[in-house]
């Protein structure tokens, strides 16, 4: 790419990763750079939704990595896009959820189409768009209005019911004012924005989204919801470990094949060789159903 790009990458991100660990309240942020950086202070859970689970934060416990322990008050989950996602955008991010509906065995979402007319932008501040009775999926390309610091690439966000173990309503802002979100496999870097693989991303963020909590690298490095993530052109993270299956089987169980996890494991090199989530979430959308199985 040349020196001078090398130059200007690196200028770019210095400021990022000298301010990356920061403190936020009730909702999920992360950032990272070209690199793999970690942001392990960008969870910080409520007093009420650490005594739903006190052991959250015990990572010997069965229940460690987990913020809503009775996952989603009702299933499917119903959302929307927000009104200026991309065909890519969605097919990646519908690629991430087939991916978290294989590891249990079931539908866990069901689709609604585009919530019109709104995106990010359209709410005063981050917390708005918790008001309304949509599950959005938003692009911000006004990110300022967040309060966030400009390096952060998502932000989860969600509502509890009354004993905070449920999770009643929540939605997910990208950071599409500071990054590329879309398929860094295809997508290319500006002088002043670096690619951020959407499914990696999403899976990530669908994790907190389901009620998962960060897991740190030192118990499970090939957890996605570890709190880093890989970016940039060709870097992608779109797989889930046992112990990410585990967790999640732990608040939804697990249907038929999927309750053997040695050989969903097994099938995971076919799925994911032959981009099957991928194909999946390309059929789904084009059908605009509601759900659809990944095979």
């Known amino acids: 790419m040349g020196s ?3 130059q200007g990458v690196m200028m770019r991100y210095a400021a990022g990763v000298a301010g990356i660990i920061v403190t936020f309240g009730n909702f999920v942020a992360c950032g990272s750079q070209l690199y793999q950086v970690s942001v392990k202070e960008d969870f910080s859970p409520s007093e009420q939704v650490k005594a739903a689970n006190p052991e ?3 990572p010997d416990s069965t229940l460690y990595g987990i913020h809503a322990p009775s996952g989603w008050k009702e299933l499917p989950i119903r959302f929307q896009f927000g009104k200026d996602m991309n065909q890519e955008q969605k097919v990646h991010f519908l690629a991430a959820i087939k991916t978290w509906e294989w590891a249990v065995g079931k539908n866990l979402f069901e689709y609604l189409g585009t919530h019109e007319q709104t995106n990010g932008d359209t709410f005063v501040d981050l917390y ?3 008001t309304d009775e949509v599950n959005g999926q938003y692009l911000d390309a006004n990110w300022v209005k967040t309060k966030k610091p400009n390096y952060v690439l998502a932000t989860t966000i969600w509502n509890n019911g009354p004993d905070y173990s449920l999770i009643t309503k929540a939605d997910i802002r990208f950071n599409e004012e500071h990054y590329i979100i ?3 496999l295809t997508n290319f870097a500006t002088d002043t924005k670096e690619v951020v693989d959407m499914q990696s991303l999403a ?4 994790g907190h989204f389901l009620g998962l909590a960060h897991v740190d690298a030192e118990v499970d490095s090939l957890s996605i919801m570890n709190p880093s993530l890989f970016i940039g052109e060709g870097l992608t993270s779109r797989r889930l470990s046992r112990g990410d299956i585990d967790r999640i089987q732990l608040v939804y169980g697990c249907e038929g094949n999927s309750c053997d996890v040695d050989a969903l494991l097994e099938e995971a090199e076919d799925m994911y060789s032959n981009e099957a ?4 979430a390309a059929l789904w959308l084009d059908s605009n159903a509601p759900s659809l199985r990944a095979h």
């Open 56 to 58: 959250m934060e015990n």
């Open 277 to 280: 989530f991928e194909k999946t």
């Open 203 to 206: 899976l990530h963020e669908l």
């Open 128 to 130: 708005s768009s918790l």
């Open 4 to 6: 001078k790009y090398f």
């Open 182 to 184: 879309g398929n860094s």
